[in-house]
């Protein structure tokens, strides 16, 4: 492009000059060549960028870049061609050779994306839509019989070239978008209604056996279905449609029709594909379970893909209609089969009918809900025809499971999983094991009442019988491995295992009821049987596993207690061997490291309810020991002191900070009745002397009638001049011990016990002649510190004595007043009068005095013979004399 300079003279262009700068520029143009223009830029084009028509703004390049911006040229370019016409454009109209050429174009796009093995997407290349630009417009057709001719080539290139059916709508909408009545010629209308059924037809072809042209092993496949759809709804909507094929039924219709042939078609397609090869009864059921797991595979299809595009497109519903044709055709081979295999089920067939009863199962699961289906569903009641396999069905699960527990106990060593699992493999297997079983009672799950009752009855008891088998079958293992282990910490441990893993199995037994279902069950069956038939007979068989279960646990449990027995009564037996200058806490040490490491041992390999109840079982033992022991030393308190230090720290050791044994579970009344024995026995003959009179006084303050008579008494300390007054005033009610009906009493008044108050004599009262109310009104003075008065059992001892002139004196009983009640010795009494004290008298016990017989059996000690000789004799005094009858 070019800036036009026309030649002017100088004397116009003096006539122009205004100043020197004007003269100077007309000096300078005057050295230019005469007419020379000005470039303004150039624009340069590649003739194959070029299309048949452009029209755009292109921008001019420079020469140089002083000017950079030399701004933007308008351009329109057209190309036309002026070729001989061919001979088929001479003999056929240009509509005609225009469809051709576009089948031509459009077969040769097809074939190439199909040679590199890539889809092709509808549009054409640019050479292919400029070729068939340049001859619409040189034949000059118009839009409609542009898109008709599209329609024509698309629709029948559909039905034998694959390409997306999404190519078809654009001239679909195009058509229904210019249709006219009368535009085509009779001829034109024949061909575009026959491109309407044609493609129709095709269409439903394609429908029909949409399970094998639309797979969905292709990921692009529910999207061809759907757009397949489309274009079909698209064209039977068109208004050209309606005028050219009135006769052809709805869509929905023929769709739906072309559905049903198909389904049917594809399932003696998929029946002939599971023929077997061989003829046989079983060959033929498993022939039959995978057509009938075919049959579910493509239901579930049908109910995830294919009947959503359907319902989106047409509002028709694939999958109740395909499940109501496939239903019919599975029951009458199903029930044909069953029939012929009859009532004489073999194990293998069983097996088979078995397999396909779940399937069968599953297939009826996937029935549509009410309102989707009409009539009455062929599989119904499928399960009768299974009825003659149920024996064989229980038969082969018990058998299996059988056969597991034993493989499953023959290969387990007896050894712990974990430090947190106490439990061996076998449990685990036996676990899996049951769980299997009930997993196969859910899936039988029986649609009859009774029968499932029947059914659930027979898988409890199988599995009842598995859990006694299983603790004969471990036990004998536990035998197996032990018998050549000369450790018996080993054996132990193996036999702690044993007994958690029958613990485990309990546990497992303990869930049947919510595994089985027996609250649905019961209620299914509540109009069926009799009320309470369920409780007598499941939960009994339950109840009655669980009883063994328990027994061989304790059982096992009784024989680590027996091991442990054994150690306990050895460490028992040296602790009271040994000599007197090892101190009761050093002798002591062995047992308690020994149950520190046994107990500590139990505790790590036994679960913890069957730990409490070893650790109740070994201390009830542990407690017999000790009484057998303490029996043995009862003469010795160096050994009954050991004993009762030992039970003390057996006790701690039991209860091991509240991780053991409760403070209830400890405190029994053997733990009561052998503490206080060991007390006793540990005791010094001076504390047992004290205990005695202890006990003398809870005696006599617990008598309430005064049969044998009483005596009254005046007690007071005087702390200032330590001296203990008493004054005896009287006694009533006294026995006649003479022959002539009367007595002749006194008082005998010693302080006990003679060890705290050695240096005291005794004193006495005056001598009454037969009077059996004597009034005495003496007073005894006794100088002593208030210190031994306030100790447990010191006590003033009133003996009242029937004088007899040639043999002994006669007892007519003894009273025993307890010195730390005495008026002033606790020093906080006014001094004022002095009550009196009204004391019933007693007799000593003749035999069975528990301290009497301690202190007798300690035949060194002479205060103590001293001490029980004196009591024997009042006992032999007092058992002279029955009782005075009541009057």
């Known amino acids: 492009m070019w800036d036009l300079d026309t030649v002017e003279s100088v004397r116009q262009k003096l006539g122009e000059l205004t100043d020197l700068h004007g003269l100077r520029r007309i000096f300078k143009e005057a050295r230019k060549d005469k007419g020379q223009d000005d470039f303004l830029g150039n624009v340069v084009l590649r003739l194959q960028d070029l299309r048949c028509r452009e029209d755009q703004w292109y921008p001019l390049e420079p020469r140089t870049e002083t000017y950079p911006d030399r701004g933007q040229c308008h351009l329109q370019f057209q190309l036309i061609h002026k070729r001989r016409a061919t001979s088929a454009s001479r003999s056929q109209p240009s509509y005609t050779v225009h469809l051709h050429l576009l089948q031509q174009l459009v077969s040769h796009e097809v074939t190439q994306h199909q040679a ?41 290139l559909y039905q034998s070239l694959e390409f997306p059916s999404s190519c078809l709508l654009h001239p679909i909408t195009s058509i229904e978008y210019q249709w006219i009545q009368g535009r085509l010629k009779a001829e034109q209308e024949e061909e575009l209604a026959a491109s309407f059924s044609s493609l129709l037809a095709y269409g439903l072809s394609l429908i029909r056996r949409f399970r094998s042209v639309f797979p969905l092993s292709v990921s692009d496949s529910p999207a061809r279905l759907q757009s397949l759809l489309r274009v079909l709804v698209q064209m039977c909507k068109m208004k050209a449609f309606g005028e050219l094929c009135p006769n052809t039924a709805p869509l929905p219709q023929l769709v739906t029709e072309a559905l049903q042939t198909g389904t049917t078609e594809w399932f003696h397609l998929k029946q002939q594909h599971h023929q077997p090869m ?19 595979g493509d239901l579930h299809q049908c109910q995830r893909t294919w009947d959503k595009i359907f319902h989106n497109t047409l509002k028709i519903h694939l999958f109740p209609m395909a499940f109501r044709e496939l239903q019919w055709l599975v029951a009458k081979r199903v029930q044909d089969h069953t029939t012929a295999v009859g009532d004489a089920v073999s194990p293998e067939m069983g097996e088979s009918l078995f397999q396909l009863y779940i399937s069968l199962k599953e297939l009826c699961q996937l029935r549509p809900s009410s309102s ?12 009768r025809w299974f009825q003659p396999a149920i024996p064989s069905w229980l038969q082969k699960t018990y058998s299996v499971a059988l056969a597991r527990v034993q493989r499953a ?27 299997q079983i009930s997993h196969t009672a859910r899936q039988l799950d029986w649609p009859d009442p ?18 006694l088998v299983y603790c004969s079958l471990i036990k004998a293992r536990a035998r197996e491995l032990s018998s050549g282990q000369k450790d018996q910490a080993q054996a132990a441990n193996m036999l702690c295992v044993v007994v958690n893993d029958m613990e485990q199995l309990r546990l497992v037994i303990g869930k049947l009821p919510a595994q089985l279902a027996w609250e649905a069950l019961e209620q299914r069956v509540g109009a069926v049987l009799e009320q309470g038939q369920l409780q007598n007979t499941l939960h009994a068989q339950l109840q009655s596993a669980l009883a063994g279960l328990g027994h061989e646990i304790r059982t096992g449990v009784h024989t680590l207690a027996e091991q442990l027995e054994v150690g306990i009564a050895k460490h028992i037996q040296k602790l009271v061997g040994v000599r007197e200058s090892v101190l009761p806490e050093d002798a002591i040490l062995p047992l308690m490291k020994f149950l520190e490491v046994e107990l500590c ?35 010795s308190s160096l050994a009954s ?95 006649p011990l003479d022959s002539n009906g009367s007595s002749d009493p006194f008082v005998q008044l010693t302080l006990e016990p003679r060890h705290e108050f050695p240096e005291l004599a005794a004193r006495e009262t005056q001598k009454h002649k037969k009077d059996l109310h004597p009034l005495f009104d003496e007073t005894f003075e006794f100088l002593v510190p208030a210190e031994p008065c306030r100790k447990p059992g010191a006590c003033l001892l009133l003996t009242v004595l029937d004088y007899d002139t040639l043999g002994a004196d006669d007892l007519e009983g003894e009273a025993f007043l307890p010195l730390c009640e005495v008026h002033g010795l606790s020093g906080s009494e006014e ?32 205060e103590a013979q001293v001490f029980v000789r004196l009591r024997r004799q009042r006992a032999k005094q007092a058992s002279q004399h029955a009782l005075r009858p009541a009057p």
């Open 409 to 435: 106990v023959q290969m387990d060593e007896l050894v712990p999983l974990g430090e947190l699992t106490k439990h061996s493999t076998s449990a685990v297997d036996l676990s899996t094991c049951f769980a």
């Open 831 to 862: 001094p004022g009068e002095v009550p009196q004290t009204r004391l019933p008298l007693t007799y000593p016990v003749p035999n069975g005095d528990p301290i009497l017989q301690l202190l007798e059996g300690r035949k060194g000690d002479r």
């Open 116 to 156: 590199g093995s890539t889809s092709w997407d509808g549009s054409l290349s640019p050479q292919a839509a400029t070729v068939l630009f340049l001859h619409a417009t040189q034949k000059d057709l118009s839009d409609f019989h542009q898109s008709m001719a599209q329609w024509l080539a698309y629709s029948r």
């Open 372 to 383: 989707e289906r009409d009539g009455v569903m062929a599989l119904e009641s499928f399960h």
């Open 278 to 296: 061989m003829q046989g009864m079983l060959e033929a059921g498993k022939a039959l379970l995978g057509l009938v797991q075919d049959i579910i």
């Open 641 to 735: 002191n050991r004993l009762k230090i030992a039970l003390q720290n057996l006790e701690i050791c039991f209860h091991a900070e509240g991780c053991g044994l409760p403070p209830e579970a400890l405190h029994t009344a053997t733990f009561q009745a052998l503490q206080r024995d060991l007390e006793l026995q540990a005791a010094s003959s001076r504390e047992l002397i004290q205990r005695y009179f202890c006990g003398r006084i809870q005696q006599q303050a617990e008598t309430i009638s005064e049969e044998l008579g009483a005596v009254t008494v005046k007690a007071s300390y005087r702390t200032s001049e330590q001296k203990l007054r008493v004054e005896l005033l009287s006694a009533s009610s006294l026995l």
């Open 450 to 467: 009774e029968e499932a009752f029947m059914i659930t009855v027979k898988f409890v008891e199988d599995t009842c019988r598995l859990a």
């Open 601 to 635: 041992y139990m505790n790590t390999n036994l679960v913890q309810e069957n730990f409490s109840s070893l650790l109740t079982l070994l201390w009830t033992h542990t407690l017999t020991v000790l009484e057998e022991v303490a029996a043995s030393q009862r003469s």
